[in-house]
């Protein structure tokens, strides 16, 4: 049934308890706006149901000002039994040495519930083409996917697929495997405004404790986060300063130190900005005091000592001024090759040209507590 269009009064008897109201735009369209009897803004909507035999009027996503709510459009139902990729892919930088990576393949089940193969093609210079199967009530499977040595950067690799099993189902589009340069930086849409394009891929969650157990964010005071990165593809380590209550601690010590395989050389510095180990030699950032120059938001440690950093809302010469305003710091590591950084300095152009300080896989330790 299609209500009358503007300038036509209503009452909505449940909803408004009998207030005049009238509907400033074609209400048969859905949404609009809804004035009180006396002209008076009443609120915006996005959609209606009207009872004709009690004259009641339910506004949805009734709102005072502003836009009306729209209405969340559910996700489609699959139809269609399919298998594809799943995305994104694994992440693969040129090496000296021979690589293998596990491309992950999704069987979206509708109709079809026993046995399904799929036959995956991989393209050239990779290797790895095989039939993929999934036993009944599986879903998910993973295929190696090997990269030659010295795979120049860029180089790409076609994923394409056909099925054997399950004659309902269709296949996903195709999909590159592209060979990323050692240190190329990752486009990440979560970095906060202003914010530089890190160096390398970020690592901001893939922790543990002591105990290999998983740890969101920092962990508890004094609980040991432990970290690592390989040689074959660099990465930055990144983790927002610890909370308590909800808020980002105001003040308190971070201390880092080797784990596992040695030597290991670790950059770390204090920052606003997740990768960021620049803005911490700046001269914004630097202190003088007894006729010397201080850094106290960046420092560098050798594995086997560690090193440590301390903030606090102030700062001074050997703590780090982090403000009470409602931003996130982060502390930001990488390993970086002995000799190219001191307490005071940065190595130019990491991971490359020998700036980067882990031979194989490292693994390193940092935990935090009060100052």
């Not at 009207?50 to 009027?57: A, H, K, L, P, R």
């Not at 046995?115 to 050239?124: C, E, F, H, P, R």
């Not at 095989?130 to 090997?146: K, Q, Y």
Request: charged residues 5%; contains cysteine.
């Amino acid at each position: 049934m299609k209500l009358p269009n503007s300038g036509i009064r209503f009452f909505a008897l449940a909803a408004l308890g009998a207030t005049a109201f009238q509907i400033s735009s074609d209400v048969s369209a859905g949404t609009g706006s809804a004035k009180k009897g006396d002209g008076t803004d009443l609120c915006t909507f996005s959609s209606f149901t009207y009872d004709t035999t009690t004259g009641v009027m339910q506004l949805t996503g009734c709102v005072t000002g502003g836009t009306p709510t729209p209405t969340p459009t559910p996700t489609p139902t699959p139809t269609t039994d399919t298998f594809s990729f799943a995305l994104p892919l694994p992440t693969v930088v040129t090496s000296s040495a021979a690589q293998t990576v596990n491309v992950g393949i999704n069987f979206t089940r509708v109709t079809f519930t026993g046995y399904g193969q799929a036959n995956i093609n991989v393209g050239l210079p990779c290797t790895g083409s095989a039939a993929t199967f999934f036993s009944p009530g599986v879903n998910s499977a993973a295929l190696p996917v090997g990269v030659p040595a010295s795979t120049p950067a860029g180089t790409t690799c076609t994923l394409s697929m056909s099925a054997a099993l399950g004659a309902s189902a269709v296949q996903g589009p195709n999909q590159t495997l592209t060979i990323q340069a050692a240190g190329t930086p990752t486009s990440d849409p979560s970095l906060p405004p202003g914010c530089p394009t890190p160096a390398a891929t970020l690592n901001r969650s893939t922790f543990f404790d002591v105990t290999l157990a998983p740890v969101t964010g920092f962990g508890a005071q004094g609980q040991g986060l432990v970290f690592g990165d390989s040689s074959q593809s660099p990465t930055i380590i990144a983790v927002a300063l610890p909370k308590s209550g909800g808020a980002q601690v105001a003040s308190g010590v971070v201390q880092y130190v080797g784990w596992s395989s040695y030597p290991q050389n670790i950059e770390a510095a204090l920052s606003k900005c997740p990768g960021d180990f620049t803005s911490s030699l700046s001269s914004a950032a630097a202190v003088n005091q007894y006729s010397a120059t201080f850094y106290p938001c960046h420092s560098f440690g050798e594995g086997g000592s560690g090193n440590q950093l301390y903030w606090n809302t102030t700062g001074d010469y050997l703590s780090c001024a982090v403000p009470n305003d409602g931003t996130t710091w982060y502390l930001n590591m990488r390993y970086v090759a002995y000799g190219y950084t001191t307490k005071d300095t940065t190595p130019t152009g990491w991971p490359a040209a020998g700036t980067y300080g882990c031979s194989g896989t490292c693994r390193s330790l940092t935990s935090w507590g009060p100052h």
